[in-house]
């Protein structure tokens, strides 16, 4: 990599970029000039400012331990092996991108040799309630008290807490394994509170899952996890959080479930009990591709979880799995449930859900999740080009059964969710364009 100047970020490097009140400017405090590559080799403890006409090089794990990272739209952050972006529970992101300047966050190498676990990710940290104590977040070594989140003991916390801003970026190659169930996600959302927000974020072809959500209440909209090699949403711990606007594609032979959900291995009932709502979400699975178990949702070890106005399609195993006896309770009980959705070849057929003979107590998810007080059917929702993997297109066509409003329901008003009457996570605007990439490597 041709670089004319470059340094290494120190702690408050750029938090001088404010400068210019009148007082006289230390030499140590210069901002570095525009246009510029710079290695951030160094943990960050005070507001600083990455500036777009920059790029960053991270060369560690770098920790923001205090005050707000502020990463300006456009700004392109490159992750070397072994490294990541962890915003701890006592600082705050804010990185907000435009359609028209995305922020990226990708691997360092050359474009044509990037490829999944090339790099890290990005952790958000936070404060809110886990149905445990403090956690370390995984894929590191335990130990480093950066590395946890939570309030302290088990259903304690701040669900409000504000990890900061994530709007319009793409996360690419990165998912880095450091050992056997140790691996960074793209993007990790760990105890993250309601006043957090994440908005248009872009997970792409990543080794683990594109986006794992730890505890906390933090809402979601507009997600696109492209090609996660493992999961596309993976929820414990409690997550309480609102999504709208989810979509999920898997490759020809990559990824395993659309989504996985715990609330806790260990306990199952542990509270506050893993319990989202989504409104609005589409997953494609991989079709017959590949070795690794392919379906659509895998909902077990006690989660609950409203979700409603759902496209699931393509999965070469199995749609719905409601694992395990205390998930298959809370499907009885109301408290987790799947309405107002399509299903479309789904282990070969268009007709019926396929079989899940999992220890769940007897639940009989086929029939089940398609009896008609739960306005689910079959239909082919007709979408452009959902398999296409270097330029998908998730909009329905006009003769498409999710844009018939019998078929869908109207999300609450409640402040985040938006009236979108209509299956699957777009109707007839295209929110992902202007913003996202599909490359290759």
Same mark, same amino acid.
């Given at each position: 990599?041709?670089?004319l100047?470059?340094?290494?970020?120190?702690?408050?490097?750029?938090?001088?970029?404010?400068?210019?009140?009148?007082?006289?400017?230390?030499?140590?405090?210069?901002?570095?000039?525009?246009?510029?590559?710079?290695?951030?080799?160094?943990?960050?403890?005070?507001?600083?400012?990455?500036?777009?006409?920059?790029?960053?090089?991270?060369?560690q794990? !770098?920790? #923001?331990? +205090? /005050? *707000?990272?502020?990463?300006?739209?456009?700004?392109?952050? @490159?992750? %070397?092996?072994?490294?990541?972006?962890?915003?701890?529970?006592?600082a705050?992101?804010?990185?907000?991108?435009?359609?028209?300047?995305?922020?990226?966050?990708?691997?360092?190498?050359?474009?044509?040799?990037?490829?999944?676990?090339?790099?890290?990710?990005?952790?958000?940290?936070?404060?809110?309630?886990?149905?445990?104590?403090?956690?370390?977040?995984?894929?590191?070594?335990?130990?480093?008290?950066?590395?946890?989140?939570?309030?302290?003991?088990?259903?304690?916390?701040?669900?409000?807490?504000?990890?900061?801003?994530?709007?319009?970026?793409?996360?690419?190659?990165?998912?880095?394994?450091?050992?056997?169930?140790?691996?960074?996600?793209?993007?990790?959302?760990?105890?993250?509170?309601?006043?957090?927000e994440?908005?248009?974020?872009?997970?792409?072809?990543?080794?683990?899952?594109? !986006?794992? #959500?730890? +505890? /906390? *209440?933090?809402?979601?909209?507009?997600?696109?996890?492209? @090609?996660? %090699?493992?999961?596309?949403?993976?929820?414990?711990?409690?997550?309480?959080?609102?999504?709208?606007?989810?979509?999920?594609?898997?490759?020809?032979?990559?990824?395993?479930?659309?989504?996985?959900?715990?609330?806790?291995?260990?306990?199952?009932?542990?509270?506050?009990?893993?319990?989202?709502?989504?409104?609005?979400?589409?997953?494609?699975?991989?079709?017959?591709?590949?070795?690794?178990?392919?379906?659509?949702?895998?909902?077990?070890?006690g989660?609950?979880?409203?979700?409603?106005?759902?496209?699931?399609?393509?999965?070469?195993?199995?749609?719905?799995?409601?694992?395990?006896?205390s998930?298959?309770?809370?499907?009885?009980?109301?408290?987790?449930?799947?309405?107002?959705?399509?299903?479309?070849?789904?282990?070969?057929?268009?007709t019926?859900?396929?079989?899940?003979?999992?220890?769940?107590?007897?639940?009989?998810?086929a029939?089940?999740?398609?009896?008609?007080?739960?306005?689910?059917?079959?239909?082919?929702p007709?979408?452009?080009?959902?398999?296409?993997?270097?330029?998908?297109?998730?909009?329905?066509?006009?003769?498409?059964?999710?844009l018939?409003?019998?078929?869908?329901?109207?999300?609450?008003?409640?402040?985040?969710?938006?009236?979108?009457?209509?299956?699957?996570?777009?109707?007839?605007?295209?929110?992902?364009?202007?913003?996202?990439?599909?490359?290759?490597?």
């Amino acid at each position: 990599m041709k670089q004319l100047w470059k340094k290494s970020l120190v702690v408050g490097l750029a938090a001088v970029s404010a400068a210019g009140c009148g007082e006289p400017k230390d030499d140590n405090t210069t901002p570095p000039p525009q246009g510029q590559t710079i290695e951030v080799a160094a943990n960050i403890t005070a507001d600083t400012t990455w500036e777009s006409a920059n790029t960053y090089v991270l060369k560690q794990h !770098v920790f #923001v331990e +205090g /005050g *707000t990272l502020t990463i300006q739209p456009g700004t392109k952050v @490159l992750g %070397e092996t072994g490294t990541s972006l962890v915003i701890t529970r006592n600082a705050k992101i804010n990185a907000v991108g435009t359609k028209d300047k995305p922020i990226v966050f990708t691997s360092s190498k050359e474009p044509g040799q990037r490829k999944s676990s090339d790099w890290g990710g990005v952790i958000l940290l936070g404060k809110a309630k886990l149905n445990v104590p403090d956690q370390f977040i995984e894929g590191f070594p335990t130990g480093d008290e950066r590395l946890k989140y939570g309030g302290g003991e088990a259903n304690v916390g701040d669900d409000t807490h504000d990890c900061g801003k994530l709007k319009y970026a793409r996360i690419e190659f990165a998912g880095f394994k450091i050992a056997t169930d140790k691996e960074i996600n793209s993007l990790t959302l760990g105890a993250c509170g309601t006043k957090t927000e994440v908005e248009y974020i872009q997970t792409l072809r990543g080794s683990d899952d594109g !986006v794992e #959500v730890f +505890g /906390g *209440t933090v809402n979601l909209k507009h997600i696109l996890v492209s @090609l996660a %090699e493992d999961d596309g949403l993976d929820w414990d711990f409690g997550y309480r959080g609102k999504v709208q606007y989810l979509i999920v594609q898997q490759g020809p032979e990559i990824g395993n479930n659309g989504i996985e959900a715990d609330n806790y291995e260990k306990g199952n009932d542990n509270l506050p009990r893993s319990a989202p709502e989504i409104w609005n979400a589409t997953f494609i699975g991989r079709g017959a591709g590949g070795v690794e178990k392919s379906i659509g949702m895998t909902l077990r070890r006690g989660t609950a979880g409203k979700l409603n106005n759902v496209i699931v399609q393509d999965f070469a195993d199995g749609a719905i799995d409601i694992n395990g006896t205390s998930s298959a309770q809370q499907f009885r009980d109301g408290a987790l449930s799947i309405k107002n959705s399509l299903f479309w070849n789904l282990k070969g057929s268009n007709t019926a859900l396929p079989a899940e003979t999992d220890n769940d107590g007897g639940l009989d998810e086929a029939a089940e999740l398609t009896a008609s007080s739960t306005n689910n059917r079959f239909a082919d929702p007709k979408l452009a080009a959902a398999a296409n993997v270097k330029a998908p297109n998730f909009k329905p066509q006009a003769e498409s059964a999710a844009l018939l409003t019998t078929n869908a329901a109207v999300p609450p008003t409640d402040g985040f969710f938006e009236k979108a009457q209509f299956v699957g996570a777009m109707g007839t605007d295209d929110w992902t364009a202007g913003w996202t990439a599909f490359p290759e490597n």
